[in-house]
């Protein structure tokens, strides 16, 4: 039944009732060292809200090949998620965080909702391949077979998930307003993409429609229409984009066409080599740019978007279908990248 189904669901990824506290010791050496590295990121910026808060207890996240790939922790405030954690089983380190929900929770009830055909009556498992690969599986009881769901970026469902919702109304509350960074320093580009992209999500529109919102807002106001849906459209189309897949030449082409069409000559996107400091340094230069990871069997190849940095080599990326500013360990990813891209202006 879907209600049985539901409600499992939010018991594996919620865990609103095994928590522990931020100031009190856990039992296992795992949980003792993600809760060290919670309490180093809760000291600086918008992420001192998860003080004093609770942990949940830690949820096991596999491959596609079944194999344990990461933890997931929420930190809770009460009942509701105001952060999580990422982990890598092979070192105990976090590899990404973000204020707000994972894609685990409330966006995941409703994508099962929206397709309760496909989930009714299967054993779900949840998967994580990797960066920007947020998977679920649902494998039939009896025959075992199993279909692997690219959830975040099915554009044949419309949904619309407030993800960090909870989390800005307690740093309304906490009155933290510092746009310091995590990790005590770095720079993060503000306006990237911070419209929820409902309708079309192939990732690669979705990114470029990301840059061009920022640009839209730092001086060139022709780059988008004020409809999100018909500027990807219009994207989909210079780039060629098909049943979600855009090659990476066709992504540059594409955007390089799009910008010509009503700033000619102003901008121009191109490679970076791919490295921390790349990022760095375009952050730096007030420039978000594109980040393509390695094509996966059953997710393809994503476009994110970085806008931000952090020490320690951390960089920030912007996915699309939240809003959720998510933090990433460059040197866990860096095997996962396939290219960077920049996007400059006043050519």
């Known amino acids: 039944m879907l209600k049985k189904l539901v409600l499992l669901l939010l018991v594996v990824t919620l865990l609103t009732v095994s928590t522990f506290s931020l100031v009190f010791a856990m039992d296992s050496t795992v949980d003792k060292n993600v809760e060290a590295q919670i309490k180093n990121i809760s000291n600086y910026g918008e992420f001192m809200i998860w003080n004093g808060e609770k942990i949940s207890e830690r949820i096991n996240l596999y491959n596609s090949d079944e194999q344990l790939s990461a933890y997931l922790y929420n930190i809770l405030h009460g009942n509701k998620i105001i952060g999580y954690v990422i982990v890598d089983p092979k070192t105990d380190k ?59 970026y099915d554009s044949s469902v419309k949904l619309s998930v407030d993800t960090t919702k909870d989390a800005k109304n307690l740093l309304k509350t906490k009155n933290i ?17 911070i419209e929820q992209v409902v309708g079309n999500r192939s990732c690669g529109p979705v990114a470029a429609y990301n840059l061009l919102y920022f640009w839209a807002h730092n001086g060139y106001p022709k780059l988008i229409t004020g409809n999100a849906d018909n500027d990807i459209a219009q994207l989909t189309k210079d780039m060629g984009t098909t049943a979600g897949a855009t090659p990476f030449l066709w992504y540059k082409n594409g955007l390089n066409q799009y910008t010509n069409r009503v700033y000619y000559g102003q901008f121009y996107t191109g490679d970076l080599v791919t490295s921390y400091d790349s990022i760095k340094n375009e952050v ?17 190849s994503h476009y994110v978007v970085f806008m931000g940095y952090t020490t320690n080599y951390w960089y920030v990326v912007h996915y699309g279908w939240n809003t959720n500013d998510v933090y990433r360990d460059f040197n866990y990813d860096k095997s996962y990248i396939s290219n960077l891209a920049y996007t400059i202006w006043g050519m």
């Not at 989930?119 to 391949?129: A, E, G, P, Q, V």
């Not at 307003?177 to 993409?193: D, E, P, Q």
């Not at 730096?284 to 393809?300: D, E």
């Open 177 to 193: 307003t510092t746009s310091v960074t995590a990790l005590s320093s770095g720079k993060i580009l503000y306006n990237v993409g």
């Open 284 to 300: 730096n230069n007030n420039r978000p740019g594109t980040v393509l990871y390695l094509l996966h069997p059953y997710y393809g």
């Open 94 to 152: 976090i590899v990404e965080y973000a204020l707000g929900q994972s894609p685990y929770s409330d966006y995941l009830s409703e994508y099962i909702k929206a397709k309760s055909d496909k989930f009714n009556n299967k054993k779900i498992t949840l998967l994580y391949d990797g960066p920007s690969n947020y998977g679920v599986a649902a494998e039939d009881e009896k025959s075992k077979s199993k279909e692997i769901f690219d959830f975040t």
